[in-house]
């Protein structure tokens, strides 16, 4: 099992990036995914999360209209679009999969998620 995010970056304040997550191992469509983020000395925060057919959708608070989660299953692969990039989105970035039987929807609490992947640095300054 393995999840590889990519995209992340130095970027300026109002900027965007667009983040990957390819997944392998295992049967990506059988799974719900999700974002989270780790900012120095915080907790592993949940950012959106995406069920495994698309049909619902969660983001957190803060990112609601900034950014977009979605997957593409033929791809095994998910994205998070972020735009309007503040200071306070700077963080690790993870992704993560849960199987999608057995939890309720949505799930936020980071040992809801049984894979991750190793993160992808977003640095948001000028």
């Known amino acids: 099992v393995q999840l590889v995010e990519s995209g992340g970056n130095l970027v300026q304040p109002g900027g965007s990036l667009r983040l990957s997550c390819t997944a392998s191992?295992?049967?990506?469509?059988?799974?719900?995914m999700a974002w989270f983020r780790e900012a120095p000395g915080k907790e592993r925060d949940v950012v959106a999360a995406?069920?495994?057919?698309?049909?619902?959708?969660y983001y957190a608070d803060s990112v609601k209209g900034r950014f977009t989660i979605s997957r593409d299953n033929a791809k095994n692969t998910m994205y998070l679009q972020m735009n309007s990039l503040k200071p306070e989105d700077t963080a690790a970035y993870y992704c993560?999969?849960?199987?999608?039987?057995?939890?309720?929807?949505?799930?936020?609490?980071?040992?809801?998620?049984?894979?991750w992947g190793q993160g992808t640095q977003v640095t948001v300054s000028s």
């Open positions: 993560a999969a849960q199987f999608k039987f057995g939890y309720l929807w949505p799930s936020i609490p980071s040992r809801k998620y049984s894979h």
């Open positions: 191992g295992f049967t990506f469509n059988n799974y719900n």
């Open positions: 995406i069920k495994w057919s698309s049909a619902d959708i």
